[in-house]
């Protein structure tokens, strides 16, 4: 089986007890224990101020395991670009974050969005995944 | 007073994925300043199929600024007694938006917009116990 590991480590020390967090899983196909996810689209994309697109091209699976990485590599730090999923919006990533979330696709209209801010952004992804609905010719 | 998160990610699902290992360092919106508040490390047991708000945005323990810089990390550690069952997921979702499942030792770092109504909740699959990790980081209004 294919293996991917997704591995964090999170410190702060706003409080007055420094915190630290390390974590690490291997992305497993829904609900199963032995079998990895075995696909990948992976890119890098450059959006124009002011425009919205759709970050994956075909739509994984639905309701699967697929995990998201997103960065953006802006390095103008009032530079982001607004998160969306179906319409609903998530966040802001600015020059330098990065974002790491499951997404299960549930339906054709929860698509992730990128609407771009301050200038051109550009934006690399990697979905892992379990399978899509291609696009025919 | 720095919050730094590290992301390593190494796979073989294609032979040329080299992996991915970055680090960002949370500021404040569009700037270089570090970010300023944290809701503090948190853990939330559940033990039934109902959908609970991690975070209450318009709690009126925290104030967080809307629409700049926040993230949440959040992650499912299993029964919170070691063991940890990938077969028990627990969607995660913002403003009654499914946004995607943790299944048992996955986690998820994200941004958020701490608009009142965009509140995290966590909804498990089943009444199996599984204990939710989460901590925000924000800006204070």
Same mark, same amino acid.
């Given at each position: 089986?294919?293996? #991917?590991?997704?591995? @964090?480590? *999170?410190?702060? %020390?706003? *409080?007055? %007890?420094?915190?630290? @967090?390390?974590?690490? #899983?291997?992305?497993?196909?829904?609900?199963?224990?032995? %079998?990895?996810?075995?696909? *990948?689209?992976?890119? @890098?994309?450059?959006?124009?101020?002011?425009?919205?697109?759709?970050?994956?091209? #075909?739509? /994984?699976?639905?309701?699967?395991?697929?995990?998201?990485?997103?960065?953006?590599?802006?390095?103008?730090?009032?530079?982001? @670009?607004?998160?969306?999923?179906?319409?609903?919006?998530?966040?802001?990533?600015?020059?330098?974050?990065?974002?790491?979330? /499951?997404?299960?696709?549930? %339906?054709?209209?929860?698509?992730?969005?990128?609407?771009?801010?301050?200038?051109?952004?550009?934006?690399?992804?990697? *979905?892992?995944?379990?399978?899509?609905?291609?696009?025919?010719? | 007073?720095?919050?730094? &998160?590290?992301?390593?990610?190494?796979? !073989?699902? $294609?032979?040329? +994925?080299?992996?991915?290992?970055?680090?960002?360092?949370?500021?404040? $919106?569009?700037?270089?300043? !570090? =970010?300023?508040?944290?809701?503090? +490390?948190?853990?939330?047991?559940?033990?039934?199929?109902?959908?609970?708000?991690?975070?209450?945005?318009?709690?009126?323990?925290?104030?967080?600024? !809307?629409?700049?810089?926040?993230?949440?990390?959040?992650?499912?550690?299993?029964?919170?007694?070691?063991?940890?069952?990938?077969?028990?997921?627990?969607? =995660?979702?913002?403003? $009654?938006?499914? =946004?995607?499942?943790?299944?048992?030792?996955?986690?998820?770092?994200?941004?958020?917009? &701490?608009?009142?109504?965009?509140?995290?909740?966590?909804?498990?699959?089943? !009444?199996?116990?599984?204990?939710?990790?989460?901590?925000? +980081?924000?800006?204070?209004?």
């Amino acid at each position: 089986m294919a293996t #991917t590991t997704a591995a @964090v480590t *999170l410190t702060s %020390d706003l *409080l007055s %007890d420094a915190m630290s @967090v390390t974590a690490s #899983t291997t992305c497993m196909k829904a609900g199963t224990t032995a %079998d990895g996810l075995d696909q *990948l689209e992976y890119a @890098v994309v450059e959006i124009a101020t002011g425009d919205e697109y759709d970050l994956i091209c #075909t739509t /994984p699976t639905a309701s699967k395991a697929s995990k998201l990485y997103v960065k953006n590599h802006s390095i103008d730090e009032t530079y982001y @670009v607004a998160v969306t999923q179906n319409a609903q919006a998530i966040g802001r990533l600015y020059g330098g974050d990065w974002m790491f979330i /499951p997404a299960d696709f549930h %339906d054709a209209a929860a698509d992730i969005a990128m609407t771009s801010n301050g200038g051109t952004n550009k934006i690399e992804y990697a *979905l892992f995944h379990e399978g899509t609905v291609l696009t025919t010719t | 007073m720095a919050t730094t &998160c590290t992301i390593n990610i190494s796979s !073989d699902a $294609a032979p040329g +994925f080299g992996g991915i290992s970055e680090s960002m360092t949370l500021t404040q $919106a569009g700037t270089i300043v !570090d =970010i300023d508040s944290t809701t503090g +490390f948190q853990r939330r047991k559940l033990s039934s199929t109902g959908a609970v708000d991690l975070i209450t945005m318009a709690s009126e323990n925290i104030e967080p600024k !809307d629409s700049v810089a926040s993230k949440v990390y959040i992650r499912n550690i299993g029964d919170g007694k070691g063991n940890i069952d990938k077969t028990v997921g627990v969607t =995660i979702g913002v403003n $009654a938006e499914p =946004i995607g499942k943790l299944y048992g030792g996955d986690w998820m770092m994200m941004p958020l917009t &701490c608009i009142d109504a965009d509140d995290v909740t966590a909804t498990p699959a089943t !009444d199996d116990t599984v204990v939710i990790e989460f901590v925000m +980081f924000y800006e204070e209004a």
